[in-house]
Nanobody
Framework: QVQLVESGGGLVQTGGSLRLSCAAS????????MGWFRQAPGKEREFVAG??????????YYADSVKGRFGISRDSAKNTVYLQMNSLNPDDTAVYSC?????????????????WGQGTQVTVSS
């Protein structure tokens, strides 16, 4: 069982930055692929970024909408995955959730993930 707790959300102006954190319990954190998803009101949940397990080289993947602006990283010593978000705009407003996949490989579909955090709100004002 893995428990995930996100933090770092908040209100920011257009062009600003935020860093989200996702702290994971358990000693097998490095074996999981980690993903960030977001869901805006009235919209479906969408994949934002993912990082594979260390076994698969900690490779990173991004949605086209955030490529070049967001960066995902993991710190296995702290059992934490981060999402650095730069050049934010109002379209980035959503609840952001982190998720863990036992497969160790990143998938864009939320059904491929086994554990989820409760989410953290990110609001970008214009």
């Amino acid at each position: 069982q893995v428990q995930l707790v996100e933090s770092g959300g908040g209100l920011v102006q257009t062009g600003g930055s935020l860093r989200l954190s996702c702290a994971a319990s358990g000693r097998t954190f490095s074996t999981y692929a980690m993903g960030w998803f977001r869901q805006a009101p009235g919209k479906e949940r969408e994949f934002v970024a993912g990082i594979s397990s260390s076994w698969y080289g900690s490779r990173t993947y991004y949605a086209d909408s955030v490529k070049g602006r967001f960066g995902i990283s993991r710190d296995s010593a702290k059992n934490t995955v981060y999402l650095q978000m730069n050049s934010l705009n109002p379209d980035d407003t959503a609840v952001y959730s982190c998720a863990a996949a036992r497969t160790g490989t990143v998938a864009g579909a939320h059904k491929e993930y086994d554990y989820w955090g409760q989410g953290t709100q990110v609001t970008v004002s214009s």
